[in-house]
């Protein structure tokens, strides 16, 4: 069992940087590649980004692509999403996951995710 605690969020203008961080307790979390999704109100829970367990490897939304970088730190078992540049649109609960499997890679989709944090709100003001 991993047991995720996301932090980092709060209220940011257009324009603005936020920098969100995934942490793990239970389990390491350099064995785990990790995704970050967000749901705003009334809309579906989407995917942001994703690393794969060794960090060698990244994938972002087309949305967030140029603006949100995602690391991993496996020394401090943290991965973080650094997000500049930050709008409206961005505005959401953003949650990081990682799937049963560990040594594994990552998807897109949450339905590939088994272990989920509690969310941390951004909202960006226009």
């Known amino acids: 069992q991993v047991h995720l605690v996301e932090s980092g969020g709060g209220l940011v203008q257009t324009g603005g940087s936020l920098r969100l961080s995934c942490a793990a307790s239970?389990?390491?979390?350099?064995?785990?590649?990790v995704g970050w999704f967000r749901q705003a109100p009334g809309k579906e829970r989407e995917f942001v980004a994703a690393?794969?367990?060794?960090?060698?490897?990244?994938n972002y939304a087309e949305s967030v692509k140029g603006r949100f970088t995602i690391s991993r730190d496996n020394a401090k078992n943290t991965v973080t999403l650094q997000m500049n540049s930050l709008n409206p649109e961005d505005t959401a609960v953003y949650y990081c996951?990682?799937?049963?499997?560990?040594?594994?890679?990552?998807?897109?989709?949450?339905?590939?995710?088994?272990?989920w944090g509690q969310g941390t709100q951004v909202t960006v003001s226009s």
């Open positions: 239970g389990r390491t979390l350099s064995s785990y590649s």
């Open positions: 996951a990682a799937p049963r499997q560990y040594y594994s890679g990552y998807g897109r989709t949450a339905a590939g995710y088994d272990y």
């Open positions: 690393i794969s367990w060794t960090g060698g490897s990244t």
